[in-house]
Antibody
């Protein structure tokens, strides 16, 4: 069965960077674009960007272009999102989601807390 | 960017009621609209894609309709487990892909 596995939580200090992971299983990783979505506490969903795992091509929300970098490791079927220069505004749940019939599978999300 | 407007942040309903949630796009998005359900502490779940197609395993009490700029998501007979936040999303013109702000379905 299709699964997208994400670590439950990350705690990082302001100004630091973090690399969030999303390990895919149960399907051919390179056949579907992977998306990343941000959700701040009590707020709605915000699209960060997408990556084509077969060739690494990316598209970003302009708002996150200087914040997020999407990559993949085809050998481990894992998608990554690096977030840089972290502030309290980056504290949120970050989801990865597979793009098939729209976002048909989602990871459980990683709760990122930026705090000293 | 295309703005997806869900005019009701909250909607009150009772079990067994018919309820409709609307979503308006700031420009024509054809039928490139999906609807998601999110319960507290859970990831969103895809219910409807391409405006009106029910995703695999989704109960038939959930329907979607619309094209162009106006879209409707309907639950024909609300069940207790349907109390959640519902989001519309467009992927007609990306980047960026955009979501509505969400509509929380609550019990009266």
């Amino acid at each position: 069965q299709v699964q997208l596995q994400q670590p439950g939580a990350e705690l990082v200090k302001p100004g630091a960077s973090v690399k969030l992971s999303c390990k895919a299983s149960g399907y051919t990783f390179t056949s579907y674009w992977m998306h990343w979505v941000k959700q701040r506490p009590g707020q709605g969903l915000e699209w960060i960007g997408e990556i084509n795992p077969s060739n690494g091509r990316t598209n970003y929300n302009e708002k996150f272009k200087s914040k997020a970098t999407l990559t993949v490791d085809k050998s481990s079927s894992t998608a990554y999102m690096q977030l840089s220069s972290l502030t309290s505004e980056d504290s949120a749940v970050y989801y990865c989601a597979r793009d098939s019939y729209d976002f048909d599978y989602w990871g459980q999300g990683t709760t990122l807390t930026v705090s000293s | 960017d295309i703005v997806m407007t869900q005019s009701h942040k909250f909607m009150s309903t009772s079990v067994g009621d018919r309820v409709s949630i609307t979503c308006k796009a700031s420009q024509d998005v054809s039928t490139a609209v999906a609807w998601y359900q999110q319960k507290p502490g859970q990831s969103p779940k895809l219910l409807i894609y391409s405006a009106s197609y029910r995703y695999t395993g989704v109960p038939d009490r959930f329907t979607g309709s619309g094209s162009g700029t106006d879209f409707t998501f309907t639950i024909s007979s609300v069940q207790a487990e349907d109390l959640a936040v519902y989001y519309c999303q467009q992927h007609y013109s990306t980047p960026p892909l955009t979501f509505g702000a969400g509509t929380k379905l609550e019990l009266k």
